[in-house]
């Protein structure tokens, strides 16, 4: 193991580690924190070991401020809303607001948030 429980909400008791040289990211049992350290942290994994490119995030401005805690990187999901991004929740998801929610992204452990208007880039969750 390399490092089990990561700073990151919802997705704290993710780990990582290795099985001989194979990397391995275990995820959470609950829902949103399996979401949420899958998009986080093993899309982009295996997007880089199939050769992928990075994934292209959308653009938008916010329609209201996101505040977040500093020190923990947060998940948000997203809802698109008159070309903007409505922000559905932060750190904690219902099943009811991840099943409404059209992207997500990840609020740097060094921010307190985003200002309202801020454009803001995220990663659709759909086509």
Do not use: C
């Amino acid at each position: 193991m390399i490092a089990h429980g990561v700073a990151l909400q919802p997705g704290r008791t993710s780990a990582v580690g290795r099985i001989g040289k194979t990397p391995v990211i275990a995820l959470p049992g609950a829902p949103d924190q399996a979401l949420a350290a899958w998009w986080a942290l093993a899309l982009p994994v295996l997007d880089r070991l199939s050769g992928l490119g990075p994934r292209q995030p959308v653009t938008l401005p916010l329609q209201r401020k996101i505040a977040s805690s500093v020190g923990i990187a947060e998940i948000v999901l997203l809802e698109r809303n008159e070309g903007a991004w409505m922000p559905l929740a932060v750190g904690d998801f219902s099943l009811e607001t991840i099943a409404r929610a059209d992207a997500w992204l990840a609020v740097p452990g060094g921010l307190e948030g985003f200002a309202a208007g801020a454009p803001v880039s995220a990663y659709m969750l759909r086509d």
